[in-house]
């Protein structure tokens, strides 16, 4: 069931938003090889943002997560396709709601990292002179700019896919088949031996940068599937769900075993009416909440309203 706001403010949600996202990174690359200047215009650079240029609460969106090369290509396609799925499983609302929340948890994170570090006594070197005054407040503000992008808003959008659809399987190096969850794991160890050779390489000052952002940047993975999973569609422990996930497992046997459909296919979607003889890779789903075992496939699942 839809929330107050989502019934009030669904109607401005953004379609396709991961598109836009994409977009924006596109602009951004293009920017930064034909205009080096103007794209370090674009970048969140706190000293520069209090100080008047307060476009670059914005416009950091579109600056690059990381170097273009042939892998960051692939895997702007893969956020594409977790993107889309995960906007027609939860809905357009709640895709916006995330993703505009994990925007909203890095700024936010990065001033108030700005501000603390501005004022602990911790050194910032340049050349072997620690600076001091508005000298530091420049090489911090411009330190914030290097590490504030969107790289860890794609990984949320990874780990909530990876939460959603934790069986789900992808093609490692497009030949080892892997569970996503497995994969979700892997991510989590790498930014967790990211942060600790870089408080070892390059000190404490770009340690905490690189802790802190990880942290705020996957805030709102962690409110949503923490705090807010059951509105989400995420499976739980709750006697309830057990209940639920058994009734499906016998609706699904029933079904199998009679052959629900005449034209020989085993699941049909009531809203779109699309078999598994159709697309033989479509998942489809009992809804415990419907009566008359209805089933639908997984655009329709946690969209549909309860019959």
């Known amino acids: 069931m839809a929330s107050k706001f989502e019934q009030k403010f669904g109607k401005y949600a953004i379609k396709n938003l991961t598109i836009y996202l994409i977009g924006g990174y596109v602009l951004g690359y293009l920017i930064y090889f034909f205009n080096k200047d103007l794209y370090a215009m674009l970048t969140f650079n706190p000293y520069a943002i209090v100080h008047g240029q307060v476009w670059r609460i914005i416009t950091w969106v579109v600056t690059m997560p990381e170097s273009l090369g042939i892998f960051t290509i692939i895997m702007l396609f893969l956020y594409y396709s977790l993107g889309r799925t995960l906007e027609r499983t939860w809905g357009s609302y709640r895709y916006n709601v ?4 994990g925007f909203l948890f890095t700024i936010v994170g990065a001033f108030i990292l700005y501000f603390i570090l501005l004022y602990s006594g911790i050194p910032i070197m340049n050349q072997g002179v620690a600076l001091s005054g508005d000298a530091r407040a420049v090489a911090l503000g411009q330190i914030i700019a290097m590490y504030t992008s969107t790289y860890y808003i794609n990984a949320s959008i990874f780990l909530a896919f990876a939460a959603t659809y934790p069986d789900q399987e992808l093609l490692l190096y497009f030949i080892i088949p892997i569970k996503i969850k497995w994969l979700g794991l892997v991510y989590v160890i790498f930014m967790g031996i990211e942060v600790f050779t870089t408080f070892r390489s390059q000190g404490i000052i770009y340690g905490i940068l690189v802790l802190a952002m990880i942290i705020f940047s996957l805030m709102n993975f962690l409110v949503y599937f923490f705090f807010t999973r059951k509105k989400m569609g995420i ?5 309830k769900q057990r209940k639920r996930k058994t009734q499906y497992k016998q609706k699904v046997s029933q079904a199998q075993a009679h052959n629900r459909y005449k034209n020989g296919a085993r699941h049909k979607c009531a809203i779109c009416g699309r078999t598994d003889l159709d697309n033989p890779n479509l998942t489809f789903r009992f809804c415990s909440k419907c009566s ?16």
């Open 235 to 239: 499976g739980g422990v709750t006697f």
């Open 292 to 307: 008359g075992n209805k089933e639908y496939c997984e655009d329709h699942l946690f969209t549909h309203e309860h019959k």
């Open 98 to 101: 995330y993703l505009f929340s």
